[in-house]
């Protein structure tokens, strides 16, 4: 396989989270869909965008993982470090995320060396 040809989009991406509250009182949570192979790709939108700074606060983040050989890790200030999906799973799982202000970063650990 040629690795060197393969694409890798967006295997590391920081997002920037405001202090602003992301929503009032009584408002459902705001999606973000997170999307993780079938090749070397991981992206993390909402509303069809691709995320690059989000207001803090309460997410639901649904993740897609397309490839048995990739994961979707978050992590992010004070220690924050969560592996949402684990190497050999394929399927779609559901979260409930409570974003702090800070820069979080959303990878595969498995393929992080590869991105720089």
């Known amino acids: 396989m040629a690795r060197k040809t ?3 989009a967006s295997l590391l991406v920081a997002i920037a989270v405001t202090a602003t509250a992301a929503f009032g009182k009584g408002a459902s949570a705001p999606t973000l869909n997170g999307t993780v192979g079938p090749g ?26 397309k490839a048995s050989i990739h994961s979707f890790s978050l992590d992010g200030p004070h220690g924050y470090a969560k592996d949402f999906t684990k190497v050999s799973f394929v399927g779609t ?5 409570d974003l702090k202000a ?3 970063k959303y ?3 498995p393929h992080e ?3 720089f």
């Open 6 to 8: 393969l694409i890798f």
């Open 40 to 65: 070397y790709t991981i992206t993390l939108k909402q509303n069809g965008k691709v995320v690059k700074n989000l207001k803090a606060g309460k997410y639901t983040l649904v993740i897609a993982d």
């Open 107 to 109: 990878y595969c650990p």
């Open 93 to 97: 799982k559901t979260f409930t995320l």
């Open 113 to 115: 060396a590869m991105m």
């Open 102 to 104: 800070g820069t979080y």
